[in-house]
């Protein structure tokens, strides 16, 4: 490669290490103090950058912490939605699709945290995206459910909607959970637990017994909301 060529190439590559570098600062700040505490200046000054560069990548504070989620919700749905393809089964689709879920808050607390916080207090438009990307993300879960009502193996009537809140807001308990004791969340167990509960609650029952025991699981469910 000539010379000419390898500066030709530089000035674009110096530039995405540099966006990735003000990213990674970012999200460290903003995990550490919050968007609201965090500063601008702290995040150029891990970068060893001026606070001038970063409004020039990305216009304001508020379209930077966006970034950062955007960045790591692009990365955990193409996990999802990869990792999935391969998996047989309702059951064994929705085990994975919360496993998943208490993995990610597991090994990314911190930052969960920030998205579920201030993600509600930015204005219409970053809100408007942030649900489009938490959206997509939690597609995977509606999904598995239709299809299971497709194959016969879960009720009809069940809510999609009601399902996703359900194991969606509670695994966002244990979120909160997780930050204000400290304790390590036992991923693989709470995700059987969990699963199990789930599923025989939505899951097609053909005796009195079974449709008694899914009321019973059901209005368990309806507790966690």
């Given at each position: 490669?000539?010379?000419?060529?390898?500066?030709?190439?530089?000035?674009?590559?110096?530039?995405?290490?540099?966006?990735?570098?003000?990213?990674?600062?970012?999200?460290e700040?903003?995990?550490?103090?919050?968007?609201?505490?965090?500063?601008?200046?702290?995040?150029?000054?891990?970068?060893?950058?001026?606070?001038?560069?970063?409004?020039?990548y990305?216009?304001?504070?508020?379209?930077?912490?966006l970034?950062?989620?955007?960045?790591?919700?692009?990365?955990?749905?193409e996990?999802?939605y990869?990792?999935?393809?391969?998996?047989?089964?309702?059951?064994?689709?929705?085990?994975?699709?919360?496993?998943?879920?208490?993995?990610?808050i597991?090994?990314?607390?911190?930052?969960?945290?920030?998205?579920?916080?201030?993600?509600?207090?930015?204005?219409?438009?970053?809100?408007?995206?942030?649900?489009?990307?938490?959206?997509?993300?939690?597609?995977?879960?509606?999904?598995?459910?239709?299809?299971?009502?497709?194959?016969?193996?879960?009720?009809?009537?069940?809510s999609?909607?009601?399902?996703?809140?359900?194991v969606?807001?509670?695994?966002?308990?244990?979120?909160?959970?997780?930050?204000?004791?400290?304790?390590?969340?036992?991923?693989?167990?709470?995700?059987?637990?969990?699963?199990?509960?789930?599923?025989?609650?939505?899951?097609?029952?053909?005796?009195?017994?079974?449709?008694?025991?899914?009321?019973?699981?059901?209005?368990?469910?309806?507790?966690?909301?």
């Amino acid at each position: 490669m000539s010379d000419a060529l390898e500066r030709k190439k530089s000035p674009r590559k110096n530039k995405n290490v540099r966006i990735a570098s003000i990213l990674k600062a970012a999200r460290e700040t903003f995990e550490q103090q919050g968007y609201e505490q965090a500063k601008i200046s702290e995040i150029a000054e891990k970068v060893d950058i001026v606070e001038g560069t970063i409004f020039h990548y990305f216009g304001s504070k508020r379209k930077l912490v966006l970034k950062v989620m955007e960045d790591f919700y692009n990365g955990i749905t193409e996990s999802l939605y990869e990792e999935i393809t391969g998996i047989q089964g309702t059951r064994n689709r929705l085990h994975f699709v919360i496993w998943h879920h208490l993995k990610v808050i597991s090994d990314n607390a911190p930052l969960c945290a920030v998205i579920l916080r201030e993600s509600r207090g930015l204005d219409k438009a970053f809100s408007k995206d942030i649900y489009q990307l938490n959206r997509n993300y939690t597609a995977p879960l509606r999904q598995v459910i239709q299809e299971g009502v497709a194959n016969g193996e879960i009720n009809p009537e069940i809510s999609i909607s009601m399902v996703s809140n359900t194991v969606y807001g509670s695994i966002e308990h244990a979120l909160w959970n997780l930050l204000s004791d400290g304790e390590t969340l036992d991923v693989a167990k709470t995700a059987k637990d969990f699963t199990d509960m789930v599923f025989n609650g939505i899951r097609v029952h053909t005796t009195e017994v079974e449709s008694s025991e899914a009321a019973r699981l059901i209005k368990k469910l309806n507790k966690l909301l």
